[in-house]
């Protein structure tokens, strides 16, 4: 089983700065845990806009600026967080 992470941090036309957080476990090459987190930097202030993660034993997304409660996705890990991964490197850029 292993563990990989990495941050990117970038500069986006509105001025502010955007964190992207990515981490997956692999077991056999297939992703058995993850997390793709989105953050604004506003000068001080940090602000959550996006997530998507596997805790609490199903992968579910968070889109804070719409609704409270998180989306349950029944969708395949490996593929998931692939198809995650480019939709927030392109839309964050």
């Known amino acids: 089983m292993s563990e990989e992470s990495y941050t990117l941090?970038?500069?986006?036309?509105?001025g502010d700065i955007v964190r992207l957080d990515f981490r997956w476990i692999m077991n056999k090459?297939?992703?058995?845990?993850?997390?793709?987190?989105?953050?604004?930097?506003?000068g001080e202030n940090i602000v959550e806009v996006y997530?998507?993660?596997t805790?609490?034993?199903?992968?579910?997304?968070?889109r804070f600026w719409k609704q409270q409660e998180p989306k349950k996705l029944d969708i395949n890990y490996n593929k998931l967080f692939i198809e995650k991964?480019?939709?927030?490197l392109e839309n964050y850029h």
């Open 9 to 14: 941090i970038r500069d986006i036309e509105s």
């Open 85 to 88: 991964k480019v939709e927030v």
């Open 51 to 53: 997530r998507i993660d």
């Open 29 to 42: 090459n297939k992703i058995t845990d993850f997390t793709i987190n989105v953050c604004l930097i506003e």
């Open 55 to 62: 805790k609490h034993g199903y992968a579910h997304e968070h």
